[in-house]
């Protein structure tokens, strides 16, 4: 299975763009200069990206000075683009942008204020997760403010040989309300949510290892925010199994830690890695916007 990918003529056969791909001095990782991505993107530069995507798992288009729709198209040439179950942070007139942000307004928050503030692999709490995610800055902290980047295929060929098998036949629980009324006790602006709401987000069931649908790699599929159980396991073994696979699975030799410069469109991959938000300071505003891409059921 592959990624959607698609062009109409016209930008099938756009003059090609002069970019450099550079791979990052960390665990995982790269970024892409010289790239305008509102401008049309042909098949050949399209592949590129896409090939550095898969290859580096995360890439930074540096300099993007785009609007949320030439990020929304550009999402859109990747797969069909998921509506976030909280649609009080839908950036209006454009509901396939999740706004990120603490800034308050008239004391309301104006985006998800704590987004990422537990490792995760974005929507695995669906029973298709997201293929990847694109998030573009905003509005920068002087200070903090860093996402974090964790390589789970290098997590799971770090396993030893006897917790590999232990592992591999394993299926775990994942459930979008597993924190949910502890961020909101936390932080009181999160909205209750709806029956509506309640009902998209059933748990879903998944490998604690999965097969990446295009490169055929294997990778850790559990994370602090949303895995709650694992299936078929008393709940104490569970417990003590999945606190020790988090602790793992996050280990320095696996991070890239992205400090964001002004405009960095991040493109991240959701079946390879999990994420962090490092954190901001209160007083200090910070806002992007995400557009999250629809994947394939995990294998
Ligand atoms: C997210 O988890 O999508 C947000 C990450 C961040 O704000 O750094």
Redesign the pocket.
């Known amino acids: 299975m592959t990624a959607v990918l698609s062009s109409d003529a016209g930008t099938r056969n756009a003059p090609a763009q002069h970019f450099e791909v550079r791979r990052f001095d960390a665990p995982v990782g790269a970024e892409i200069v010289g790239l305008d991505i509102s401008k049309p993107i042909n098949d050949v530069d399209f592949a590129r990206i896409h090939r550095a995507h898969l290859d580096h798992h995360v890439v930074v288009f540096r300099d993007q000075q785009v609007t949320p729709a030439d990020h929304i198209a550009f999402s859109r040439r990747f797969g069909a683009l998921e509506i976030h179950v909280l649609h009080q942070f839908q950036l209006k007139g454009h509901p396939e942008i999740l706004i ?1 942000s603490n800034i308050k307004e008239n004391g309301e928050p104006i985006g998800l204020g704590d ?2 503030v537990y490792w ?1 692999s ?1 929507i695995s709490y669906k029973p298709r997760p997201s293929l990847g ?1 694109l ?1 573009h800055a905003q509005e920068l902290p002087s200070q903090g403010g860093d ?1 974090l980047f964790a390589d789970q295929h290098l997590a799971w060929e770090a396993l030893s040989p006897d917790l590999q098998k232990r592992v591999l036949p394993l299926k775990a629980e994942h459930s979008y309300l597993a924190k949910y009324e502890e961020l909101r006790s936390k932080n009181p602006w999160r909205p209750k949510l709806s029956q509506a709401q309640i009902d998209q987000v059933a748990p879903a069931i998944q490998p604690v290892v999965r097969t990446h649908p295009e490169t055929g790699r294997k990778a850790l599929f559990v994370s602090e925010h949303f895995t709650t159980r694992i299936v078929g396991l008393p709940q104490d073994e569970s417990d003590a199994l999945l606190a020790e696979l988090f602790a793992h699975s996050v280990k320095p030799e696996f991070v890239y830690r992205h400090h964001w410069a002004p405009h960095d469109l991040v493109f991240w991959d959701n079946r390879s890695l999990m ?1 962090l ?1 490092a954190g901001t300071p209160d007083e200090l505003r910070r806002k ?1 916007y ?1 557009t999250t891409i629809e994947g394939d059921t995990p294998f």
């Open positions: 990120v987004a990422g995760h974005d995610s998030l996402t994420h938000a992007l995400r």
